[in-house]
């Protein structure tokens, strides 16, 4: 009888361990499931509170919004308001638009390593015949033309020298057309009143010039004076031009 008791107990145990475990689970699941769906709500309030945010701004600066295959955008000549962040219409969510990786690199330095120079006519590219760096390959030796890879800000700067009894203006000319930036040497002699011969002007020069670039806009170096004759660049290394990117857009 005792024996038969026994079983009785541990077999009742087992049961209550059993239903207490199940109960367990069950409400560990519905407390997991409700943590789950206020998550889910809290989102998007907080997605319906940005778009609110943003169309009242939008209101209130007077830009206006086109469609655009479902997402909402501002009109091109003013840009979105929020650059890189875009709206879709049609499931309410906000997204982010691809950017260029931060640690991209584009950067270049060239001169003239010719011992007898380079000789250049009148509205003509220099070309440099020395390739020291070429961080993305934006640099094109045979032309002579930088052409943008990846849209942003870009630094640029211009050595220029001129061999002995040449004079040179240069400048770098943005998409082959704006002079955004000129330098001049005079390695010219004139005769002195004492009979010595004096060199005028400056036989070196030079400049930086900071662009907004797009992908695909050109920048290159190009004589623009004299417009007669035929102007020597130092060799050496002495000329050189070199540019880089320091932040894309």
């Given at each position: 009888?005792?024996?038969?008791?026994?079983?009785?107990?541990?077999?009742?145990?087992?049961?209550?361990?059993?239903?207490?475990?199940?109960?367990?689970?069950?409400?560990?699941?519905?407390?997991?499931?409700?943590?789950?769906?206020?998550?889910?709500?809290?989102?998007?309030?907080?997605?319906?509170?940005?778009?609110?945010?943003?169309?009242?701004?939008?209101?209130?600066?007077?830009?206006?919004?086109?469609?655009?295959?479902?997402?909402?955008?501002?009109?091109?000549?003013?840009?979105?308001?929020?650059?890189?962040?875009?709206?879709?219409?049609e499931?309410?969510?906000l997204?982010?638009?691809?950017?260029?990786?931060?640690?991209?690199?584009?950067?270049?330095?060239?001169?003239?390593?010719?011992?007898?120079?380079?000789?250049?006519?009148?509205?003509?590219?220099?070309?440099?015949?020395?390739?020291?760096?070429?961080?993305?390959?934006?640099?094109?030796?045979?032309?002579?033309?930088?052409?943008?890879?990846?849209?942003?800000?870009?630094?640029?700067?211009?050595?220029?020298?001129?061999?002995?009894?040449?004079?040179?203006?240069?400048?770098?000319?943005?998409?082959?057309?704006?002079?955004?930036?000129?330098?001049?040497?005079?390695?010219?002699?004139?005769?002195?009143?004492?009979?010595?011969?004096?060199?005028?002007?400056?036989?070196?020069?030079?400049?930086?010039?900071?662009?907004?670039?797009?992908?695909?806009?050109?920048?290159?170096?190009?004589?623009?004076?004299?417009s007669?004759?035929?102007?020597?660049?130092?060799?050496?290394?002495?000329?050189?031009?070199?540019?880089?990117?320091?932040?894309?857009?």
């Amino acid at each position: 009888m005792d024996r038969y008791i026994n079983l009785v107990m541990v077999t009742t145990l087992c049961v209550m361990g059993c239903q207490g475990q199940l109960y367990g689970q069950t409400m560990g699941k519905q407390l997991y499931d409700k943590n789950v769906d206020t998550l889910h709500n809290r989102v998007r309030e907080l997605e319906g509170t940005v778009i609110q945010l943003i169309t009242q701004l939008q209101e209130m600066q007077g830009i206006q919004t086109v469609s655009n295959k479902g997402t909402k955008q501002t009109s091109a000549k003013r840009g979105f308001m929020f650059p890189g962040v875009s709206y879709n219409s049609e499931n309410g969510l906000l997204a982010l638009e691809p950017r260029p990786a931060p640690d991209a690199e584009v950067g270049f330095y060239v001169s003239l390593l010719n011992e007898a120079g380079a000789t250049v006519l009148y509205d003509k590219t220099i070309l440099f015949d020395d390739i020291q760096t070429n961080i993305g390959n934006a640099y094109d030796v045979t032309t002579g033309i930088f052409t943008c890879p990846l849209s942003g800000t870009y630094i640029f700067t211009l050595n220029l020298a001129c061999e002995e009894g040449s004079y040179l203006q240069a400048s770098i000319v943005k998409n082959k057309i704006d002079q955004v930036l000129k330098a001049i040497c005079d390695h010219r002699k004139r005769k002195s009143a004492g009979g010595y011969y004096l060199y005028c002007g400056s036989t070196q020069n030079g400049g930086t010039a900071i662009l907004s670039l797009t992908r695909g806009e050109t920048v290159t170096v190009k004589k623009v004076w004299p417009s007669f004759g035929i102007s020597t660049a130092a060799g050496n290394g002495y000329t050189t031009f070199s540019g880089y990117l320091l932040r894309p857009s």
